[in-house]
């Protein structure tokens, strides 16, 4: 027995060895997707201090340098906010006092530094806060990707270049709600946050009708005697701020200014001022406090805490009367929250409020007067909607973890069989969300905008180009623009008809098209949508590799500029005009490239003869206007067509052939005389 015992014992050991090194093996494989996100979040942590540190004195840290002096912070005499820059409460303001004598320059450089901390912790909170239980994927993701989203939004961004605190409240209740232990810890902390942000207040009417009713009690009374004391230490300045400006009211800047975000902001440039609307405020804002705070205590009995925190914060940052940009961190939070039964829409809402909270306002809607109000109020719209009306799913909801799956059609394989298929290009048979695809469809045309104008030239290098095309299209006999220029700038019928069509069809045909394709073909969609996105891209690669002066922008040529009018040829700017695009984004035409997109959509999906024929028109008529109103060179369009049948050939290579194998469930999703193929 003993020779067996001492021969089962090797092979325990091997065993034993071999699930050591198998343990050893898979923490080495984890250990490189564990690191990627937390150095991305270290990449923009040190990115935010470098942007911060590189800006010059006296546009860095403004709000801290305009109360932190020579003498220390708080210099000012008389009361804090006479000079109404100091925007906190008299309790904040003393708590500022004990950093009186400290030089501003290594107060600064500390106050940033502070600041990426403070973010820090606080990603490391909300990863902690997410409501259990929750895959291994989300547990290492969580942390590194909080602090990421955080790292990139906009308050922290301005509360950085500002050198304002506005984190140091939502910290507060975070750790409060989900890092302490006992109420009454719990209660000093949120009472404090109160203490220098008073509509955090409405976390102690949470915290009462969720059962913590000893927390919501010390985090009134903390509340309380915070700003007693600084009243007792600071009177005036109590006086100024509770009396004179109405709990901060009017501090900071005008209150109808856009960095106002919050109702009372709102109503000021919407038009009503003075009592009425005084009255509307305060009707408004208790409808927004009570339904916010009764759809949070819902939530938070659900046991989704976060997302009852998240909603609170929304109500409180719409309340009050004053919110500058570096206090909208509540509505970043808001993510956490499901909303949709769909598997597909799912990404709606998060990919929303990550929008909203991480782009500036002018990329989120186009520049026109009607959606102004939407466009400069997008973030206090946000935190209302979470607030008041976003439906998020209970965790009761049969929809929560297990959302209706999308239907994929089977893709047919291409004949290149190493190259992989990437399965977020698969094209699913529902139709996927009308808000995202519109969020996706204008940001990307807006950060196509911005590449487009930055990608600039100087003049010389572009005039090189255009005189490179101009000859070798001499060489191959195609040098028709001048010709065409100057015979239709003689017909007037036909220099406004191609004006007109040059300025007017280059986004209308497109969008509709791909309008029509949501709402009919949604399969279709997908493939188009995602060919043109990869034509486009490759387009801003060759603004970027070849800058291109175009005809009209061309001495000594004779070219006449039918659109724009006369050029200036002596200002290297040519007046206003390089302030609408980059002028020397001319190869390859997307103009011309977009309408080829549109002729091969319709000639491949229309049921009809006669529209596939109207389908071709549309890039000859703009192939016509781009060269006789003597915006693009010929090669320009040779260009264009390159790169749509690059993104064309990509899509087939990434996703597989557009025709796909007939699903029993497609016809859900097929309506009127549009068929799949």
């Keep these: 027995m003993a020779n067996a015992e001492h021969g089962e014992r090797p092979a325990e050991v091997f065993g034993e060895v071999t699930t050591a090194h198998a343990h050893i093996g898979a923490q080495a494989r984890l250990g490189a997707p564990r690191l990627a996100p937390w150095l991305v979040a270290a990449v923009l942590a040190v990115r935010q201090m470098a942007v911060v540190l590189s800006t010059a004195r006296g546009e860095r840290r403004t709000d801290l340098e305009t109360w932190a002096g020579p003498d220390g912070v708080l210099y000012v005499k008389g009361s804090l906010h006479d000079s109404t820059q100091f925007t906190g409460t008299p ?5 500022l006092k004990p950093l009186a004598g400290a030089a501003e320059q290594a107060l600064g450089r500390g106050w940033t530094f502070g600041t990426l901390l403070l973010v820090v912790a606080l990603g490391l909170v909300v990863a902690r806060a997410l409501p259990q239980p929750v895959d291994r994927r989300t547990s290492l993701l969580a942390a590194p990707v909080a602090i990421s989203l955080l790292m990139l939004s906009l308050p922290v961004r301005n509360a950085l270049h500002l050198g304002q605190a506005g984190i140091i409240p939502v910290l507060l209740v975070l750790v409060a709600c989900f890092a302490v232990r006992g109420e009454r810890v719990s209660g000093l902390l949120i009472g404090v946050a109160a203490a220098l942000q008073p509509t955090v207040l409405l976390f102690a009417a949470l915290l009462w009708f969720t059962g913590r009713r000893r927390a919501a009690l010390t985090s009134g009374a903390t509340f309380a005697a915070s700003t007693a004391f600084a009243w007792a230490a600071m009177p005036h300045d109590s006086y100024t701020y509770w009396v004179r400006h109405v709990a901060g009211a009017g501090l900071g800047g005008a209150a109808d200014g856009l960095a106002n975000q919050s109702l009372h902001g709102l109503l000021l440039r919407l038009g009503p001022n003075g009592p009425l609307e005084i009255a509307l405020f305060l009707v408004l804002g208790a409808a927004v406090a009570v339904l916010g705070v009764r759809r949070a205590v819902g939530y938070a009995r659900d046991g989704q805490l976060l997302l009852a925190v998240a909603i609170t914060g929304c109500a409180a940052i719409a309340v009050q009367p004053t919110t500058c940009r570096h206090q909208l961190l509540w509505v970043l939070l808001a993510v956490v929250g499901r909303v949709g039964r769909r598997a597909c829409d799912r990404y709606v809402w998060p990919v929303a409020v990550v929008v909203v909270m991480t782009l500036p306002a002018k990329m989120l809607l186009p520049h026109i007067s009607a959606v102004y109000t939407l466009r400069d109020n997008a973030v206090l719209l946000a935190a209302l909607a979470a607030a008041m009306v976003i439906p998020f799913l209970s965790r009761t909801s049969p929809y929560y973890r297990t959302p209706i799956p ?9 004949r290149w069989k190493r190259v992989p298929l990437l399965p977020f290009l698969r094209r699913a048979l529902t139709r996927p969300s009308l808000l995202l695809e519109i969020l996706l469809i204008r940001v990307v045309y807006a950060a196509y905008g ?11 290098t572009a005039e090189h180009h255009g005189h490179q095309i101009h000859s070798l299209e001499k060489w191959l006999s195609i040098d028709i623009e001048h010709w065409a220029n100057h015979a239709v700038a003689r017909a007037d019928r036909l220099r406004g008809f191609f004006d007109f069509y040059y300025e007017s069809f280059h986004f209308v045909v497109p969008l509709a098209i791909l309008a029509v394709l949501y709402a009919r073909r949604p ?3 997908r493939w188009a949508r995602s060919a043109l996105g990869l034509a486009t891209l490759l387009g801003l690669i060759g603004f970027w590799l070849y800058p291109l002066a175009p005809p009209r922008l061309m001495p000594g040529l004779g070219f006449i500029d039918t659109v724009h009018g006369v050029q200036d040829f002596s200002k290297p700017d040519y007046g206003a005009l390089t302030e609408v695009a980059n002028q020397y984004a001319a190869m390859p035409s997307l103009h011309f490239g977009w309408s080829l997109w549109c002729g091969i959509v319709i000639t491949v999906l229309a049921p009809k003869w006669w ?13 016509s206007a781009i060269i006789v109103t003597a915006n693009h060179w010929v090669l320009d369009s040779a260009g264009g067509a390159l790169v749509i049948g690059a993104g064309f050939s990509l899509t087939y290579l990434l996703s597989g052939p557009r025709n796909t194998i007939r699903h029993p469930q497609a016809a859900e999703c097929r309506g009127g005389a549009f068929q799949l193929s």
């Design 523 to 525: 399969v279709d969609y």
């Design 611 to 623: 529209m596939k024929i109207l389908g071709l028109l549309h890039p000859l008529f703009t192939v």
């Design 450 to 460: 911005q590449v487009r104008v930055a990608v600039t030239a100087d003049r010389a």
């Design 406 to 414: 999308t239907e994929y059609a089977t893709v047919v394989p291409s």
């Design 91 to 95: 309790f904040g303001g003393l708590v």
